[in-house]
């Protein structure tokens, strides 16, 4: 079974529009990222959460607002969609934020295209 | 602002090789150095990791890290087809971490 669910797999939007990317993590970890992976680009760090709060925002529009309503979900919501936003999207999680041990699982993506 | 970089590019190997992949990093305070493994279409997934300066090996895979270089490294012996995918390393510094854009390596049969 699968342990970090993220939908929709595929998404394809207009400019302008918003969506939600929902995550859902059955690991018992604490800790939840979403990273970015475009072509020619490396996987990018976007926010952080431990224990449901934010630890880290690395990216700098506010068009892209991480949400978590239990300890086990964190969605990111984007608005006013842009066609640089196309990538694929990625929610991670690890037992903590820190430390040797903390591997980060990183669910099977949601691959967004804006039109 | 850590600047992780992999080198080379690309790489293909005949099965059965040895595959070395690259990573330097600009951090000196970076505590931890992974490797992740991505397979076309799917999810990064970890490797390996490695902490403190030498070797570590975990069955055909071995880690190299010198910390005064800021560099490290992933070896891998007896190639085979299944290990064709994109190599990320990726560095954790100031409680996140900073991947490397990858090398695509393909093995031969």
């Known amino acids: 079974d699968p342990k970090i669910i993220q939908k929709p797999k595929y998404l394809v939007a207009v400019t302008g529009s918003e969506k939600i990317l929902i995550c859902e993590q059955y690991l018992g970890h604490n800790a939840m990222y979403w990273y970015r992976q475009s072509a020619k680009k490396p996987l990018e760090f976007m926010f952080s959460y431990s224990y449901q709060k934010l630890m880290d925002n690395q990216t700098a529009s506010s068009r892209f607002q991480p949400q978590s309503s239990k300890k086990n979900h964190l969605d990111l919501q984007i608005t006013a969609l842009k066609p640089d936003d196309s990538a694929t999207y990625f929610c991670?999680?690890?037992?903590?934020?820190?430390?040797?041990?903390?591997?980060?699982?990183f669910g099977p993506g949601t691959r967004l295209l804006v039109l | 602002q850590q600047n992780v970089q992999q080198s080379p590019e690309s790489l293909i190997v005949p099965e059965g090789a040895r595959t070395s992949l690259n990573c330097t990093f600009s951090?000196?305070?970076?505590?931890y150095f992974w490797w992740y493994r991505q397979h076309s279409g799917k999810a990064p997934k970890a490797l390996m990791?490695?902490?403190?300066?030498g070797e570590k090996e975990e069955g055909r895979f071995t880690i190299h890290l010198n910390k005064a270089s800021l560099h490290f490294s992933l070896h891998i012996r007896d190639s085979q087809p299944s290990d064709s995918a994109l190599y990320l390393c990726?560095?954790?510094?100031?409680?996140?971490?900073?991947f490397g854009i990858g090398t695509r390596v393909l093995v031969r049969p």
């Open positions: 951090d000196s305070a970076s505590q």
């Open positions: 990791s490695i902490f403190s300066n």
């Open positions: 991670a999680s690890s037992q903590d934020t820190g430390g040797q041990w903390d591997t980060q699982y």
């Open positions: 990726a560095v954790f510094a100031g409680n996140k971490l900073t």
